[in-house]
């Protein structure tokens, strides 16, 4: 299996522009999750899905942000307008069921200038 | 509401015993542990449950008390691959489907 697989791996943009992040989880697994790590906060949970379905996204900074799991195979997220605020590493992972561990994807760096 | 671990970092000698834990002021369902290395993804390792288990993975254990809210992750005969910042993940909805991450403790073995 070749895990949870994230695009692009890094992705520097101007402040304005719209900025899409794809990840493709583990055939099988019913859950999925994005997540953002910054040095000051830390992974914060953004966004989580269950059978495609968005479960609970609390965690979406503000309406600038969207995610879609059209498929089980396939999940978004987008950010627009960004800003440089929004410059984090980005995860996103998945669970074959809750209470299982997560295996997370490598992460998309975003810097926005 | 995030957890907060301690020691926020710690360097050992290979071979050396640590002990890293994660306090919560709210009641957990279960706590997980990762471990990342720089620059890479989190990679799981254990999780534990309500009822004060104690898991083990190689000569990595942990344990949880639910009575404390708090849980600790134990590291024996460190070996440099151990090097990295571990993170607890605390699930405080149950289901385990919604962990909040602590702050991270940052461990380096040295020769």
């Known amino acids: 299996d070749a895990g949870v697989i994230q695009s692009p791996r890094h992705e520097v943009t101007e402040m304005g522009q719209e900025v899409t992040l794809r990840c493709k989880p583990i055939?099988?697994?019913?859950?999925l999750f994005w997540y953002r790590q910054t040095m000051m906060r830390g992974l914060e949970l953004l966004i989580y899905?269950?059978?495609?379905?968005?479960?609970?996204d609390s965690g979406m900074p503000e309406d600038r942000f969207s995610a879609k799991m059209p498929n089980a195979s396939f999940s978004t997220l987008k950010i627009q307008p960004s800003e440089p605020r929004d410059s984090a590493v980005y995860f996103c992972?998945?669970?074959?069921?809750?209470?299982?561990?997560?295996?997370f994807g490598s992460g998309t760096r975003l810097t926005v200038v | 509401q995030q957890p907060v671990q301690s020691p926020q970092a710690v360097i050992l000698r290979e071979g050396e015993d640590a002990v890293i834990n994660c306090s919560s002021s709210?009641?957990?369902?279960?706590v997980h542990w990762y471990r990342q290395k720089h620059g890479e993804a989190p990679i799981f390792l254990m999780i534990?449950?309500?009822?004060?288990e104690q898991k083990g993975h190689d000569k990595i254990s942990a344990s949880f008390n639910e009575k404390k809210q708090q849980s600790s992750l134990y590291l024996t005969a460190s070996q440099l691959s151990y090097s990295g910042t571990y993170f607890c993940?605390?699930?405080?909805?149950?289901?385990?489907?919604?962990?909040?991450f602590g702050t991270g403790t940052q461990l380096k073995v040295e020769l």
């Open positions: 899905f269950n059978n495609n379905v968005p479960i609970d």
């Open positions: 534990l449950l309500k009822g004060g």
């Open positions: 993940g605390t699930d405080y909805t149950g289901g385990g489907n919604k962990l909040t």
């Open positions: 055939s099988g697994h019913d859950y």
């Open positions: 709210k009641a957990l369902y279960s």
């Open positions: 992972a998945s669970s074959v069921r809750g209470g299982y561990g997560y295996t």
